[in-house]
């Protein structure tokens, strides 16, 4: 593999990683719109725990993701009191917060940033990611990932069945926000800097935007989003100056041609022979 | 006298400044069928969603099985054996008909183990292995790995019924589950409620189809404006003086 491509591979991997702290919430309908304040305290809490704690990495990034869950704990209660609008509202103002406290913060560097001393090579990357994957998918196949897309369909329904809507929604904010801080973790370690600037809104709002792209449906969908996001404007370089305008028309008409995302459930469902589709014929009855 | 399956005692509930229920008080006794009739507006849903938990009353209290259960949180209710279908069919269109099942029988599960089983990698696994085989005991298996949303209104009516026994609940309440059926659904719905009280589960249930209260239900609770304005059986009801006003008043 040439540079270019390991280096491409782990962009993706990084993507892939970040698609999977967005989707879990995302399944149950919340949308988190700061997810790179998520990476940023686990990408500063590893980074500190090697360089200043003397750490080994193995034992710093799991703790910067635990860091990030943490804070999704702390702030998860007050913010999913509001709902629609007002908790994307909540998660990109959170995601700012986060970002200025960082570049603020002098042990770290402040705006200058912070170099890390010790290094993960793309192994590492892989390997994280797989076990991301992995565990992503073994939980899309739970009781807890049922009932996520339960909540999405209707939260009232979902609570009368004696599920914990509230509960639900913290674990999976919460999860989330542990892979963002893995990803985060490992993110500094392997460009051996970490800076704030980096972790910023369009880090977040482009994630969910291949999140959607990809399709929350299923499991894969992160994962296809991630793919064609980081891909695709490799390809486009053949357009020169032209590539992001083409990426941005690109994009649009996905959303347009497939606003469910490139993979549906549909795509997948494939093990019974398709139930006859009957139209409703019958009115629904008032209310 | 034995404990009612469910009590209301003193019961009512306003929105804003619309009173909706007026001390209502009712009990329905466990083993039997019970309906609740009235006219559009009367409150029968609104007394499903007080007992259910979706509203806490403005005053008065709800007792199952003797219990007092005002208080308690909605999604504590079904583990204390109360489980309702809806009016208007919800169904959840994200998720196929089996996995509404299985959301249907959480109550039924346990702790984080159950909730982190990767179940779904088994294709026989027994929670959706339950889920079919509740389907096929009314003749619906057929749509068991069906999108909700591609079935007709009928069929998400009864597979609504369905998902709420899946819990074991000793208490059911159905909110019109008659309205919308063929005459063959409307059968298969008789006969499914046959088997629900073979098995010992207590019926309460809104109807608007009178000839379908009879044949279900052996106790009928009318309701007007929120107020409970006779009981008892069908036949009785029927004549009953304010009854007859209730529904002319409606027809006018
Ligand atoms: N959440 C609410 N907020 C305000 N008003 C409500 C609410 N729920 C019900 N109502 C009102 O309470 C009254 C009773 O409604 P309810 O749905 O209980 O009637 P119903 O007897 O079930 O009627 P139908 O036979 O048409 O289903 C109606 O006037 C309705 O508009
Ligand atoms: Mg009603």
């Known amino acids: ?54 750490w080994p990495l193995v034992a710093a990034v799991p703790a910067g993701g635990l860091a990030a869950g943490l804070v999704a704990l702390v702030v998860a209660v007050p913010i999913l009191r509001t709902q629609g609008i007002y908790l ?32 993960a090579g793309p192994g590492g990357v892989y390997a994280l990611t797989g076990a991301v994957v992995a565990a992503v998918f073994l939980l899309s196949r739970t009781r807890f990932a049922l009932y996520l897309t339960a909540i ?23 999860l989330g926000a542990v892979i963002a801080g893995l990803g985060g973790g490992l993110y500094g370690h392997h460009f051996s800097f970490v800076e704030a600037q980096h972790f910023n809104v369009a880090l977040s709002i ?24 980081t891909v695709l404007p490799e390809v486009l370089r ?30 997948w469902r494939r093990r019974s022979p398709a139930p006859a589709r009957v139209p409703a014929s019958l009115p629904e009855a008032a209310e | 006298m034995t404990t009612p399956a469910l009590a209301l005692d003193s019961l009512s509930q306003s929105f804003g400044g619309l009173q909706v229920l007026t001390d209502l008080s009712l009990s329905v006794p466990a083993g039997r069928a019970t309906a609740l009739i009235g006219p559009n507006g009367a409150g029968k849903t609104t007394v499903f969603n007080v007992v259910s938990g979706v509203y806490a009353p403005t ?32 169904l959840m269109d994200h998720l196929s008909v089996v996995e509404n099942l ?81 005459p063959t659904e409307m059968n298969a719905l008789r006969d499914h409620l046959a088997l629900l009280r073979r098995r010992g589960v207590t019926l309460l ?3 608007h189809d009178m000839r379908f209260v009879g044949e279900v239900c052996d106790w009928v609770v009318a309701l007007d404006f929120g107020q409970k304005i006779t009981e008892g059986p069908l036949a009785e009801v029927q004549r009953d003086e304010r009854v007859r006003a209730a529904y002319l008043g409606q027809a006018a």
């Open chain 1, 88 to 119: 994307a509202l909540a998660t990109f103002a959170l995601g700012q917060v986060i970002a200025a406290i960082f570049l603020n913060l002098d042990i770290v560097g402040g705006a200058a940033g912070y170099p890390v001393a010790a290094y």
């Open chain 2, 59 to 90: 005053a008065g209290r709800v007792l199952l099985h003797g219990r007092d259960i005002t208080a308690m949180p909605s999604r504590r209710r079904i583990r204390h054996g109360l489980a309702r279908s809806f009016q208007n069919v919800r």
């Open chain 2, 205 to 207: 249930v809104v109807e």
């Open chain 2, 102 to 182: 299985i959301v249907g029988q959480h109550a039924t599960t346990r702790g984080l183990s159950d909730l982190l089983t990767p179940f779904r990698l088994w294709p026989e696994h027994r929670w959706r292995r339950q889920a079919v085989d509740a389907l096929a005991e009314v003749g619906l298996s057929a749509h068991a790995d069906a999108a909700v949303g591609a079935l007709p209104y009928g069929i998400r009516k009864r597979i609504d019924l369905v998902r709420a026994t899946l819990a074991g609940a000793s208490l059911l309440m159905l909110d019109e589950p008659a309205a919308g059926l063929n």
């Open chain 1, 238 to 267: 053949v357009g020169g100056g032209w590539r992001y305008v083409l990426f941005a028309l690109l994009i649009i008409g996905f959303m347009a041609l497939r606003p469910q995302g490139i993979v549906t459930a549909g795509s």
């Open chain 1, 1 to 54: 593999m040439s540079g270019y491509q390991s280096g491409l591979l782990v962009i993706l991997c990084f993507n892939v990683i970040a698609a999977y702290a967005v989707y879990l919430p995302l399944a149950a309908g919340q949308l988190n719109l700061g997810v790179a304040g998520f990476m940023a305290v686990g990408a500063y809490g590893a980074a500190i725990l090697t360089n200043e704690m003397g």
């Open chain 1, 152 to 174: 999405k369909s209707d939260p009232v329904v979902t609570d009368l069945m004696g599920i914990d809507v509230r509960g639900m929604q913290v674990a999976a904010l919460t």
């Open chain 1, 206 to 229: 482009y994630t969910v935007l291949y999140v959607l792209l990809g399709g929350v449906q299923t499991v894969w969908g992160p994962l296809v989003g991630a793919v064609f996001f």
